[in-house]
Nanobody, 124 residues
Framework: QVQLVEAGGGLVQPGGSLRLSCAAS????????IGWFRQAPGKELEGVSC????????FYANSVKGRFTISRENTKNTVYLQMNSLKPEDTVVYYC?????????????????YGKGTLVTVSS
């Protein structure tokens, strides 16, 4: 069974940076994607970014392009989300997720398995 554990959330000032991590385990195939989603209270889940394990292809939501970077460290089975130039509207719970695929469409429709989430608060 796939397990995802997020870490790295917290309080940061506007314009600041934060790095989230997702420790993943339990995969039985190398063909999978790992992504980050976020959800504000009362709003729908929004796909932020994902990385496709077989070749490292990455995908981003337009709202975070140029500010967020997804990366992976295979030796640790960990995926990171580096978030720069943070804005107050980035204040939400961020969830790590996994699916068989990773693409712009997957960011739109969602993934199959989610972690418990980590809260990011951008405030002065």
């Amino acid at each position: 069974q796939v397990q995802l554990v997020e870490a790295g959330g917290g309080l940061v000032q506007p314009g600041g940076s934060l790095r989230l991590s997702c420790a993943a385990s339990g995969f039985t195939s190398v063909n999978y994607g790992i992504g980050w989603f976020r959800q504000a209270p009362g709003k729908e889940l929004e796909g932020v970014s994902c990385i496709w394990n077989p070749d490292g292809s990455t995908f981003y939501a337009n709202s975070v392009k140029g500010r967020f970077t997804i990366s992976r460290e295979n030796t640790k089975n960990t995926v990171y989300l580096q978030m720069n130039s943070l804005k107050p509207e980035d204040t939400v719970v961020y969830y790590c997720a996994t699916d068989e695929y990773c693409s712009d469409y997957v960011l739109y429709k969602g993934m199959d398995v989610y972690g418990k989430g980590t809260l990011v608060t951008v405030s002065s």
